[in-house]
């Protein structure tokens, strides 16, 4: 049977992404690989996850006699002529491979009215099953990761000199029942949510539990094994109930959340130079109906003057707060988490973004009030980043978008996710204002698993992107003891979302380590 070879683009970010703003010492190895192609079904064809660039690296591709008999080559054609391909046994997704035409003007437009999370995150569920049949060799892409800068207090360069390698301490002064199961069902296992589990309790008892929660959660040694690693930003999730009572019909206790929040960021600053993040994750009325606001299904923030009013209160004593710590020029203070017009709906409409927008121009004037130079951080939604430049650009020095990446809902799988977020951080870096990843994990839709190495390229290719094209990013979370059972293989929530435990797995590199990324 008579051959012929033929050279496709590969897809994937693996040789498009310029190193050396993020460390000089990095360097690139690309290598020609081979696959056998045995008839037209076999010849892939790629989908949104993998029009991230049509990057300068080629694959052999075997193709027996009777495939070319029955294949007409056009003039644009992914295929040229090649020879002397190369073997191996190693896989790479349908992800990998460029569809004829596509390049990085092709990425898709994300709605405003509806976020597509299928097309946004690529249709990975009709290409697994694929994967084994592919037997090619990886482009190698070697990273070393950087010696992150740790700015001495009150020198922060801004975000747009900056690159956040950080953790964030959810679970700490908002309660999320999936980041530490045991201490719903020791105390309150009915409770759902923070209010629920002080509704159970009572005030007095849960109080006194989360007082001694506040003092012993996060403690002074974690911050040294997170600066250990090179973290260089703490983003803390806080409620409004931190700074003012619970509003009628919640049942939030108000206690020593503050100062234990101020007390880990003081060290963090002073002993180890880190930035940090005090995140308004729970606002009055609820922002986005789920649990982690605090009260799930509350969704009564949106259009309720009494709660808007009590949110700009909320950020006038988060903000005064802050300008009172001996380090005040160590912080970024941000408006809102993850705000959603209706539950589960993973967007905004035109109104929501209206509202939005009024509530960012007389919250970020509240701040402006009492500081001129204290960054501000907008959250996007779930919309991107850019959706937000025809009203916020230009419009302050100091500000910075917060948008989240995650990949356990959208058909992605493990072994192909991280093309995906390479694709998003650099089709978000043009937006006119720098922007962060303020929450991401390695939980992808199929194909969680721990005898491999797809977690491990999961999350060094998230560190590369986000900090590449972006201003880094947050990983969600710092502690995780999540015990659903996420993995193909029975393994649980916390090994794909718990930052402690993926750095005592050698997941998380330190600093100067050498890497081979996917991006």
Not at 100 to 110: F, K, T
Request: aromatic share 12%.
């Amino acid at each position: 049977m008579k051959a012929t070879f033929f050279t496709a683009g590969l897809v994937g970010l693996t040789a498009a992404l310029p190193q050396a703003s993020i460390q000089e010492s990095s360097s690139i190895v690309a290598q020609t690989s081979t696959t056998s192609i045995a008839s037209l079904q076999d010849v892939p064809q790629a989908t949104s996850l993998a029009q991230a660039a049509a990057v300068n690296v080629t694959l052999a591709v075997e193709v027996p006699a009777e495939v070319l008999d029955t294949t007409s080559l056009k003039s644009n054609s992914p295929a040229i002529l090649t020879t002397n391909p190369t073997e191996s046994e190693e896989y790479l997704s349908l992800a990998d491979f460029l569809a004829p035409d596509l390049s990085m003007d092709d990425i898709p437009a994300v709605s405003v009215s509806k976020r597509d999370l299928s097309a946004l995150f690529g249709h990975s569920v009709s290409r697994g099953p694929f994967v084994n049949f592919l037997k090619v060799q990886k482009v190698i892409v070697f990273w070393t990761c950087p010696e992150w800068i740790h700015p001495v207090p009150n020198t922060f360069p801004g975000w747009r000199n900056y690159k956040s390698n950080g953790v964030n301490l959810g679970g700490w002064h908002v309660l999320e029942k999936n980041i530490q199961p045991s201490f719903f069902n020791d105390n309150a296992p009915s409770a759902i949510d923070e209010d629920s589990f002080c509704e159970t309790l009572g005030l007095a008892k849960c109080g006194a539990l989360l007082e001694e929660r506040y003092k012993t959660y996060i403690t002074e040694k974690d911050i040294d094994n997170f600066a250990s690693y090179g973290i260089n930003t703490l983003r803390i999730p806080i409620g409004y109930w931190a700074y003012m009572p619970a509003i009628a019909g919640d049942h939030y206790y108000t206690g020593g959340q503050k100062l234990a929040m101020q007390k880990i960021a003081r060290y963090a600053i002073a002993k180890h130079n880190m930035h940090v993040v005090v995140d308004l994750h729970g606002l009055p009325g609820g922002q986005n109906g789920l649990d982690n606001q605090g009260k799930t299904g509350q969704l009564t923030w949106w259009n309720n003057q009494t709660a808007f009013d009590l949110s700009l209160e909320m950020v006038r004593k988060a903000t005064d707060d802050i300008l009172a710590q001996p380090h005040s020029g160590s912080y970024t203070i941000s408006l809102i988490n993850e705000p959603l017009p209706a539950l589960y709906f993973f967007g905004q409409t035109k109104d929501s973004i209206a509202y939005l927008n009024k509530y960012y121009a007389a919250a970020l004037k509240e701040v402006r009030q009492r500081s001129k130079t204290l960054p501000v951080a907008i959250a996007d939604g779930f919309i991107g980043p850019q959706t937000w430049d025809p009203y916020w650009t230009n419009v302050d020095d100091h500000l910075v978008i917060d948008t989240h990446l995650y990949f356990f809902v959208g058909g992605s799988y493990s072994y192909d996710a991280a093309y995906g977020a390479c694709y998003l951080a650099k089709s978000y870096q043009n937006a006119s204002n720098p922007t962060f990843i303020g929450e991401w994990s390695i939980q992808a839709t199929n194909f969680n698993h721990l005898g491999d190495n797809t977690r491990r390229d999961f999350y060094r290719s998230q560190l590369q992107a986000y900090s590449q094209y972006l201003q880094g990013g947050m990983f969600w979370n710092g502690k995780h003891d999540g015990d659903t059972v996420v993995g193909d293989d029975g393994s649980a929530q916390k090994y794909y979302w718990s930052w402690e435990i993926l750095a005592s797995e050698g997941i998380v590199p330190r600093p100067g380590d050498k890497l081979e990324s996917l991006c």
